[in-house]
C-alpha cells in the first residue's frame, strides 16, 4: 500500500529550523519560527510558568483521564481572557470552551465543527495567511478561499479590496480573520477597519472564526482582542481560536482553546455536544500539563501580574527589534525604504525581497526566513542586527 505514496516537500516554515540547526556558520541568524527570543538567542521559559509548575507539582495528585473538555477552570480563564470577563455573551452564557493541543489544536477541532455544521461551507482566509491554514482546512475536507490582504508594493492593507471580496461571501461560509499580529504579514486591521469589518459580518450573516495566536503580542492583552471582543458583541455566531504556546511561551507544551459563541444559551449546549464529539473523534481528549499552568497563573493575582510583566518585556523587545533593523539598514546605506517594519505588529514582517534573494540569504550568509520573505523579528538582536543589516544590503 505505501508503494502509491509521493514524498512531501518539508513544511515551509518548520522545514527550516532543520536546516537551521545543522548549519555551522558561526554568524547563523534564525528568522524563520515564530518563538520568541532573548537577546541572546534563547527561548526562555517565563519565571511565572517556572512558578506555576512548582506549585503544581506539589499540588497535582492525579493524571487520570480529564475528558475531552479538558480543565474547566482553564476554559473559563481563557474564555475571559479573550473576551473579558464582563462581555455580554459571557453573561448571557452563549460561549462554550474546550482545551485543545495548541492552536493548531484548535484550528482542526473547529475545522471539524464546521464541517458538521455544514459540509460545504468554504472558509475564506486572508490573501497571504499563515502558511499552515490552507493545508490545515483542506486536510480536512473544506475549500478554502483567499480574499485580499496585503499590498506587497506599498506594504499596507488592501482594506477596499478586502471589504468588496468580504460583501461577496454568503452566511453558508466561513470567514478566517487574524485577532492581531497578522501571521506572516505583521499588518492589523485598526479599531475603525475593525467595526466595519464586523458590520459586513453581521449583514452578510457569514460565520467569522477567529484565529488568536498572539494575544499580548501586538498592543497588549485587552488592546488586541478588541475584534474579538466587538465581533462577539454584534454577531450571533462566531468561532474563536487560540493559543499559549506564544504569550506564555508554552511551545511545546502543546495548549489553546476553541471557544464557539452561539445564538443563546440552549444552542450553545447542542453546539458544544458537537464540539466534544469532534475532539472525541480526532484525539480523544487534551494535554492537561500546559492548561494547569495557564490555569494557575491565570487563578493567581500576583502570577497574573507577573505574566503580564513578562509579556510586555517581549512585546517591546520585539517592537525595538523593528525599529533597530530599519535604523540599521539606514546606517548600511540602504536606500529603500524599509520603515514600514517598525510600524508593523506581533512577530512576522515580509522584508519584501524574492525567493531568489531569500535562498542567496540562507546559502551565502546563513540567515534563514522563509521563502516568502516572511521574517521572525524576534530572531533579532543587537549582536546580531549589524551582519544581518549588512547582508541584506549586500543581496539588495
Ligand atoms: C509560525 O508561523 O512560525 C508559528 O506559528 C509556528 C508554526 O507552527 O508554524
Known amino acids: 500500500m505505501f508503494n502509491a505514496l509521493t514524498a512531501m516537500p518539508a513544511d515551509p516554515i518548520l522545514g527550516l529550523l532543520t536546516q537551521y540547526r545543522q548549519d555551522t556558520h558561526p554568524q547563523k541568524i534564525d528568522l524563520g519560527v515564530g518563538v520568541y527570543k532573548d537577546p541572546i538567542g534563547n527561548t526562555p521559559i517565563l519565571d511565572c510558568v ?35 470577563n464582563t462581555h455580554s455573551a459571557l453573561i448571557a452564557d452563549r460561549i462554550r ?17 464546521i464541517k458538521s455544521c455544514n459540509p460545504n461551507a468554504v472558509l475564506w482566509v486572508s490573501d497571504p495567511t499563515w502558511a499552515n491554514h490552507t493545508g490545515l482546512f483542506e486536510a480536512a475536507g473544506i ?28 452566511s453558508d461560509d466561513v470567514v478566517l480573520l487574524h485577532a492581531c499580529c497578522h501571521n506572516p504579514s505583521g499588518m492589523d486591521l485598526t479599531n475603525d477597519q475593525w467595526d466595519e469589518v464586523i458590520s459586513i459580518t453581521a449583514k452578510q ?23 474579538v471582543r466587538q465581533m462577539a458583541a454584534q454577531v450571533e455566531e462566531m468561532i474563536l481560536c487560540s493559543s499559549c504556546s506564544k504569550n506564555f511561551g508554552l511551545y511545546r507544551e502543546r495548549i489553546g482553546a476553541c471557544s464557539i459563541m452561539a445564538k443563546d444559551s ?3 449546549n447542542i453546539a458544544f455536544s458537537v464540539l466534544l464529539y469532534v475532539v472525541r473523534c480526532i484525539y480523544s481528549m487534551p494535554p492537561a500539563h500546559g492548561a494547569a499552568l495557564v490555569e494557575t497563573i491565570l487563578g493567581d493575582a500576583q502570577l497574573k ?28 546605506g540602504v536606500k529603500q525604504d524599509f520603515s514600514f517594519i517598525a510600524n508593523q505588529k506581533g512577530m512576522f514582517s515580509f522584508l519584501g525581497i524574492n525567493a531568489e534573494q531569500v535562498e542567496t540569504l540562507k546559502k551565502e550568509h546563513s540567515i534563514y526566513m522563509v521563502g516568502s520573505s516572511r521574517m521572525s523579528i524576534a530572531g533579532i538582536s543587537e549582536t546580531n542586527v549589524d551582519y544581518l543589516a549588512k547582508s541584506i544590503a549586500t543581496i539588495l
Not at 503544581?56 to 493524571?63: A, G, M, N, Q, V
Not at 499590498?151 to 471589504?163: A, I, R, T, V
Open 50 to 84: 517556572k512558578t506555576a509548575e512548582r506549585l503544581r507539582t506539589e499540588s497535582e495528585t492525579t493524571k487520570v483521564y480529564i475528558g475531552p473538555t479538558g480543565s474547566p477552570q482553564f476554559n473559563t480563564l481563557m474564555t475571559e481572557l479573550a473576551f473579558g
Open 97 to 113: 470552551t474546550v482545551s485543545t493541543p495548541g492552536g493548531t489544536g484548535a484550528l482542526r477541532v473547529a475545522a471539524e465543527f
Open 143 to 170: 475549500t478554502v478561499k483567499t480574499y485580499p490582504y496585503y499590498d506587497y508594493d506599498s506594504k499596507s492593507l488592501k482594506f477596499d479590496e478586502m471589504k468588496a471580496a468580504l460583501n461577496n461571501i454568503g
Open 205 to 227: 450573516g457569514f460565520t467569522p472564526l477567529i484565529d488568536m495566536a498572539y494575544q499580548g503580542f501586538g498592543d497588549g492583552v485587552d488592546e488586541d482582542a478588541y475584534g
Open 266 to 268: 440552549t444552542k450553545a
Open 305 to 332: 501580574q507577573q505574566w503580564l510583566d513578562e509579556l510586555t518585556v517581549m512585546r517591546n523587545r520585539i517592537n525595538g527589534n523593528r525599529q533597530m533593523l530599519v535604523n540599521k539598514l539606514i546606517e548600511q
